[in-house]
């Protein structure tokens, strides 16, 4: 193991593209951070709008190794994953002239009914109904992604109808994966490379870990108490290939956001994906709820914002990695922060900093009097009324998500097994504010009523819950 203060030296020496310069300003922050909060490596590339990328490295790839993080090494970019799946299976669904609306058991055979009624649309717009699980570890081999899908233990878990309600779903867009495989009659990553990979010029973009492990490639840490830990064993599960478990450089991340903001054009110049593909990944297909409009999914992208200062995103996190990738179409220009460590709070603070400083929002409106308009008040919270607060008693879930609702005094107690997340609060309509424990206002907890009025499903956090049974939830 090297020394500490070699891993010191190297936290303070960032490498760099020479494409440009712009990325230097921000090396002390963003050593500060680093140092700060023990990150051991990092990251960052960011698409000007003349499609440029420049790519700076910061760090060690490994705390016992003191390997420097250099510019293309790789990182496992977790869900950033559901863009590249998202391009890949549209684009060959309309090379095959297939309908992304139709059931994908109309051209897929084998599947159960319950999963061949869902079509591509439902599943890239986590509108499929399918309960969410994640799964860090698993079979190396490709063929867990058929064997998955094939299996009514891991593939029973249906809460919704198709079509009702926004709930972000690992599992819906590894039948995708699985949707591509078949369409194209080759192995999830064979397709994903002839479709994408190849014609994008991503060369440092694998979902085999045995060919990604031939190059540097950063290993996850946990931070905790003193120094990061190492995670072992590295995350990965063939299954989950479609979904979140891909290893990749910034560099390459960048390539397919700058692509995106160029109507399907790679750096080249040609032509990767049709502009219809791209409008259909960055439409607002379903909205968050509990976002009150400001939020929605695409296919494969979250649509944040309003039409002058909207931007395109995903993110990802899993054992020991952070990952965000940001584009504002308006400025045509994105940001890829790349972490090997569990630190989503500084992945999320650096993109932000350096998008909003590169491409500031658009400043508000004045009113026509030209006086500074007044800051919002947020609205007096009230108990939830008495009718609605009847109908929420009780549990609810999906997967592995499983809440409680209990009446306390005058609230609404949000409950996981014995833990209080905190009390539920109206400010008028179906939009609940949840206050922690402690008071503060911990976000939106959305109704989502049926075709009677009444409440069908709970959203919070990007996922749904449906009531259930009190004999479901021991």
């Known amino acids: 193991m090297r020394s500490m203060f070699l891993y010191a030296i190297l936290l303070f020496l960032p490498s760099t593209q020479a494409l440009g310069q712009d990325l230097a300003s921000f090396d002390n922050r963003i050593n500060e951070r680093l140092a700060k909060v023990r990150v051991p490596g990092l990251v960052v590339a960011v698409v000007g709008a003349d499609g440029k990328i420049t790519e700076r490295a910061?760090?060690?790839?490994?705390?016992?190794?003191?390997?420097?993080?250099?510019?293309?090494?790789?990182?496992?970019?977790?869900?950033?994953?559901?863009?590249?799946t998202a391009a890949a299976l549209l684009k060959a669904m309309e090379e095959k002239n297939l309908s992304i609306e139709s059931p994908i058991g109309s051209f897929v055979k084998g599947l159960r009914p319950e999963l061949a009624r869902l079509s591509v649309h439902h599943l890239l717009s986590h509108t499929a109904g399918l309960s969410d699980r994640g799964s860090s570890l698993g079979l190396v081999d490709e063929s867990a992604l058929a064997l998955s899908i094939t299996n009514p233990s891991q593939y029973n878990a249906i809460f919704a109808e198709p079509g009702k309600v926004m709930s972000y779903s690992n599992p819906g867009f590894q039948l995708a994966g699985y949707v591509l495989q078949e369409v194209t009659g080759r192995p999830f990553a064979d397709a994903m490379y002839a479709l994408l990979l190849k014609p994008l010029g991503a060369e440092r973009t694998f979902f085999r870990p045995t060919i990604a492990m031939t190059y540097p490639i950063a290993l996850g840490h946990t931070i905790g108490e003193g120094l990061p830990k190492l995670v072992r064993p590295m995350p990965f599960s063939a299954e989950s290939m479609p979904s979140g478990h891909v290893f990749a450089s910034a560099e390459n991340v960048a390539r397919l956001a700058g692509m995106i903001l160029a109507g399907g054009k790679a750096p080249d110049g040609s032509q990767v994906l049709s502009t219809a593909v791209i409008d259909k990944m960055t439409t607002a297909h379903a909205p968050m709820d509990e976002s009150a409009g400001t939020i929605s999914y695409g296919y494969g992208l979250f649509v944040e914002g309003t039409s002058s200062n909207h931007v395109w995103n995903h993110g990802g996190g899993l054992d020991g990695f952070n990952s965000a990738m940001?584009?504002?179409?308006?400025?045509?220009?994105?940001?890829?922060?790349?972490?090997?460590?569990g630190a989503g709070a500084l992945v999320e603070e650096i993109k932000s900093m350096i998008i909003n400083e590169l491409a500031p929002p658009a400043p508000s409106t004045k009113p026509a009097n030209n006086k500074p308009a007044k800051p919002a008040v947020a609205k007096a919270l009230q108990p939830v009324p008495a009718k609605l607060a009847a109908a929420l008693i009780g549990k609810w879930g999906q997967g592995e998500y499983v809440f409680t609702i209990r009446k306390d005094a005058q609230n609404l107690t949000?409950?996981?097994?014995?833990?209080?997340?905190?009390?539920?609060?109206?400010?008028?309509g179906d939009r609940l504010v949840l206050l922690s424990p402690a008071g503060a206002r911990d976000g939106y907890v959305a109704v989502v009523r049926d075709a009677n009025g009444q409440p069908a499903y709970l959203a919070w956090g990007g996922r749904a819950v449906s009531r259930l049974p009190a004999e479901a939830v021991k």
């Open 326 to 341: 940001t584009m504002r179409p308006d400025k045509r220009i994105a940001v890829v922060v790349l972490a090997n460590a």
């Open 58 to 84: 910061y760090g060690v790839r490994s705390i016992e190794t003191g390997d420097p993080v250099v510019v293309g090494t790789l990182f496992h970019i977790g869900s950033i994953a559901k863009t590249f």
């Open 414 to 428: 949000y409950m996981v097994g014995s833990t209080v997340l905190g009390t539920l609060h109206s400010e008028g």
